[in-house]
């Protein structure tokens, strides 16, 4: 079986798909680290360099080759069902699952790891504050939520970690 994980960036998708891979002994891809070794480049640079819209295009390169995969969980970038047709091709070749993860969650995250400087989201750099980076955020929101909703289940943030695991599970052995 092929899973994908889907959310807005900072909803741990790679977190809890490397803790799911390990449970299930599947092996586990984080889509945006496949990119950026594919091209010896980040993330960012290819943004700076070439685009989103170039981007966009690599990604559903990459996630194409994940269909033919077994066994294994894919952290999908938060994007990554927003475009083109990638959303119905992950339903069609695994079972989506959407990690959803309050907003003001998400802006936490997201200050914590810029005020490190690990943070590898260009779409959220141009935030100075907490406040700007919740309406940059907020405003993703709006424009992705249709899309991750059509996932074959969903995960809220507010479950605790233990109950993530066992609601997982317990979707998935439904499907």
């Known amino acids: 079986m092929l899973i994908y994980l889907i959310g807005m960036p900072a909803s741990g998708k790679s977190t809890f798909g490397k803790i799911i891979a390990q449970q299930l002994n599947y092996n586990f891809l984080d889509l945006d680290s496949f990119i950026e070794e594919k091209n010896n480049s980040t993330i960012p640079q290819v943004f ?10 690599l990604e559903q390169q990459a996630l194409q080759t994940t269909f033919k995969l077994k066994k ?4 999908t970038g938060g994007g990554t069902p927003c475009f083109f047709d990638n959303l119905s091709n992950m339903k069609e070749n695994g079972t989506v ?11 936490e995250r997201t200050f914590q790891t810029q005020q490190k400087q690990q943070d590898n989201r260009p779409l959220f ?9 919740h309406k940059l955020i907020s405003q993703k929101w709006k424009e992705r939520k249709d899309f991750y909703k059509q ?6 943030n507010s479950d605790s970690y233990e109950d993530k695991y066992d609601l997982f599970f317990s979707k998935l052995q439904r499907m």
């Open 48 to 57: 700076e360099s070439k685009g989103e819209d170039f981007f966009r295009k």
């Open 72 to 75: 294994t969980i894919v952290a």
């Open 97 to 107: 699952c959407f990690l959803n993860v309050e907003i003001d969650v998400l802006v």
């Open 125 to 133: 750099k141009a935030a100075n504050s907490t406040k700007e980076l």
């Open 151 to 156: 996932a074959h289940f969903e995960i809220e």
